[in-house]
């Protein structure tokens, strides 16, 4: 139902641009959000974006990252700027906490080089 692309390798200071792929019905309907993940630890919400666009940052990303959608596509995307190698981390994308998860997928990678 979600597949998340675009990680990688890059070095502290760079950018990405990660984006999730949403097969679902009624996605313009959803609040989405983008998750990370790192070895031995819980999920968490980096941030959200609402149906029509309000977003929500995570502190240690606001000010780097960057959400959006569109929902034609059902496409929701996450612009990494000025990356920190706490940034690596496996990266999903899905509803926002509150709301019935779908499937997770398998995520991206990113990994930070200082």
């Known amino acids: 139902q979600l597949q998340a692309f675009g990680g990688g390798l890059v070095q502290a200071g760079g950018s990405l641009r990660l984006s999730c792929a949403a097969s679902?019905?009624?996605?313009?309907?959803?609040?989405m959000g983008w998750y990370r993940q790192t070895p031995g630890n819980q999920r968490e919400l980096v941030a959200t974006?609402?149906?029509?666009?309000?977003?929500t940052y995570a502190d240690s990303v606001k000010g780097r990252f960057a959400i959006s959608r569109d929902n034609g596509k059902k496409m929701v995307y996450l612009q990494m700027n000025s990356l920190k190698p706490e940034d690596t981390a496996v990266y999903y994308c899905?509803?926002?906490?509150?709301?019935?998860?779908?499937?997770w997928g398998q995520g991206t990678q990113i990994t930070v080089s200082s």
């Open positions: 679902v019905n009624f996605f313009s309907s959803f609040q």
């Open positions: 974006i609402g149906r029509f666009g309000t977003t």
């Open positions: 899905n509803r926002e906490p509150s709301a019935p998860a779908l499937s």
